[in-house]
């Protein structure tokens, strides 16, 4: 991500925060909107159609449009009392917790437009005026959970992505990727809690008679939006050079971003086998430290010589024979090849395992090298 654009956007934000909040405006009504949301009760089916007509009134701006009614239309179908329960229930349904499985998220998500749309077909012929879709599901959730949740206006999101070079593609309406999405979004979010000026400034829109009237947003999901949203609707993107990406380039990025991940997963994994070969070495060098007993041949056919290190010298041993010699003698070489043994029963009993690593570590090594280099020119790519 961008994160030189992204605080161009914030400066802006900043700088037009009392034009896009004055009283023709009035952008804090999304906070006040997220209240109302928290006020209702929607197990609550006491006088629901007309509450809920009520609520719609305070949000229908984030959910309908000239070309899509889904909130409308959910409002009329609980004008029968006998979907009262039925859009209660798919409420409730949809709002229940489930601990940031956006796996079990979206299966909500799917539920809520399948009972909505059987609905639909109740009442109303068009289904591109009336549907509930990904859209409007996604703006209850977050109007209803806003700490853990984000709407999506697509067009606005694309534009902003472009500027702030996040390419992954979160999908279409019908296909839609909330990990990817989401992931966007929070670190935007992210970016947002560090900005001690930009917090300083949202602050203020909980001053005054209204202020009690607006959701804390603790999590600041709400402003995320709304940065989200502004930046195309008040041009917060002027003087900010960026690129439109076309989808091959989004493609090509993203499929650099899956190759970062899986050679990174194999450098991870040639890392762990390569730190656990040096550090079975490390152990066999301990074992022959200054002052330690070992058993000596140069061919197996050989009467073994028994001796003591005398000294330790970058790899190397100093061995005192009991016939008189001195050997110098690379650790690792003379135990791989079975030279050289220490005289302990540790020794003896990982003797096997030793010799096997020492035979396996140049590769191991190797693997851990290529593992690296083949990572390199995609380290950028990785999240």
Request: hydrophobic share 40%; charged share 30%.
């Amino acid at each position: 991500m961008n994160n030189n654009n992204l605080l161009q956007i914030f400066a802006h934000y900043i700088d037009h925060f009392d034009y896009f909040n004055n009283e023709k405006n009035n952008e804090n009504f999304k906070w006040e909107a997220v209240k109302a949301f928290q006020d209702f009760d929607f197990a609550d089916t006491t006088d629901f159609a007309n509450r809920l007509s009520d609520l719609h009134s305070v949000s229908s701006v984030l959910l309908d449009s000239s070309r899509q009614f889904p909130f409308s239309a959910i409002c009329r179908y609980v004008k029968e009392p006998e979907n009262v329960e039925i859009v209660s229930k798919m409420f409730c349904d949809l709002f229940v917790d489930d601990g940031g499985d956006l796996k079990a998220r979206q299966r909500r998500i799917d539920a809520f437009i399948a009972e909505s749309e059987k609905l639909r077909e109740k009442y109303f012929e068009s289904a591109g005026l009336y549907a509930c879709d990904q859209r409007a599901a996604m703006m209850f959730l977050f109007l209803k959970r806003p700490d853990e949740n984000y709407p999506v206006k697509n067009t606005q999101a694309k534009e902003f992505a472009d500027c702030v070079e996040f390419y992954d593609d979160w999908g279409t309406y019908t296909d839609f990727r909330l990990d990817t999405y989401y992931r966007m979004c929070d670190e935007i979010t992210n970016e947002v809690k560090n900005c001690a000026e930009l917090l300083k400034v949202d602050a203020t829109r909980f001053n005054g008679e209204r202020g009690d009237m607006r959701y804390a947003d603790p999590e600041k999901h709400i402003l995320t939006f709304d940065i989200i949203y502004c930046s195309m609707t008040y041009n917060l993107y002027d003087g900010i050079a960026y690129e439109h990406i076309d989808s091959a380039t989004k493609r090509a990025y993203r499929e650099n971003k899956a190759t970062a991940r899986a050679r990174f997963e194999a450098f991870v994994a040639a890392k762990e086998a390569a730190d656990k070969s040096n550090a079975v070495l490390h152990e066999i060098e301990n074992e022959f430290s200054v002052g330690a007993k070992v058993t000596y041949r140069v061919l197996l056919a050989q009467k073994p010589i028994g001796g003591v290190v005398e000294s330790v010298e970058n790899g190397f041993i100093f061995v005192k024979l009991e016939n008189g010699d001195t050997k110098k003698l690379s650790v690792l070489l003379s135990v791989k090849n079975g030279i050289l043994k220490a005289d302990t029963a540790e020794f003896a009993k990982k003797e096997a395992f030793y010799r096997e690593v020492l035979k396996s570590n140049d590769s191991v090594q190797a693997s851990f090298r290529k593992a690296g280099n083949d990572l390199a020119p995609y380290e950028e790519y990785l999240d």
